[in-house]
């Protein structure tokens, strides 16, 4: 059984700038959802994507959207990048559809935005 | 909305037992989870509580009290591994979804 991934691992750009971030979906699980992290701070749920539909969404600006891919992998895109965008941006899987409350998360992707 | 709290810090020594608490409010609530997170690491899901009650995973147990909007995991014999930040988190129904809204985590230290 395949864990969660994600690329990069760790990433710097500049204000202004744009990023993309991937994530591999455990091996049978169709629902992704992606969480910002910032320093000494629990995950924050950005937005979940189900069968390749955004399935709900936190308190992020459209400047942060994503994708969802047939084989259940995920992007994240942020566009415009601001200062307080610097954290680790984690992707989770589970398998909706049925009384799942367990999410497995990949390692991450430390963000530096300066 | 919603809203957790839980200690920011906790300190025990190996071989004792630990119990962090978690109190929320939320709406369309279906059950409290813990998650484990070592410095640098991936959360890791730990216990869940959709009942009232308590549940027993080695040596880790975790209680729900719906009515008192209020949960607990219960940590036994200590181990120096366990140094980790804990988080409750509340999963909420969204349409369709399986949202977790996470607090701000406990930072456990265990020590000799």
């Known amino acids: 059984e395949t864990g969660v991934t994600q690329s990069p691992t760790h990433l710097i750009k500049t204000r202004g700038q744009q990023v993309t971030l991937r994530c591999s979906s455990q091996s049978g699980h169709n629902t992704v959802s992606w969480y910002q992290q910032a320093l000494g701070q629990g995950p924050q749920f950005i937005f979940q994507y189900y069968r390749e539909e955004e399935n709900g969404r936190g308190n992020f600006p459209p400047r942060f959207s994503g994708l969802q891919f047939p084989n259940y992998s995920s992007e994240l895109n942020v566009n415009a990048l601001e200062l307080d965008d610097s954290a680790l941006y984690l992707c989770?899987?589970?398998?909706?559809?049925?009384?799942?409350?367990?999410?497995?998360f990949g390692p991450g992707t430390r963000l530096t935005v300066t | 909305g919603q809203s957790l709290e839980q200690p920011s810090e906790v300190t025990a020594v190996e071989g004792a037992i630990v119990q962090i608490n978690c109190t929320y409010q939320t709406s369309g609530f279906y059950g409290l989870s813990w998650y484990q997170q070592h410095d640098g690491g991936a959360p890791t899901f730990l216990s869940y509580?959709?009942?009232?009650g308590l549940e027993e995973t080695g040596r880790f147990s975790s209680f729900l009290s719906r009515s008192d909007s209020y949960g607990y995991l219960l940590l036994q014999e200590l181990q120096m591994k366990d140094s980790a930040s804990y988080f409750c988190a509340v999963r909420v129904f969204t349409g369709g979804g399986n949202k977790l809204t996470f607090g701000t985590g406990t930072q456990l230290k265990v020590e000799l």
């Open positions: 509580n959709a009942l009232d």
């Open positions: 989770a899987s589970s398998l909706e559809g049925q009384a799942s409350y367990e999410q497995y």
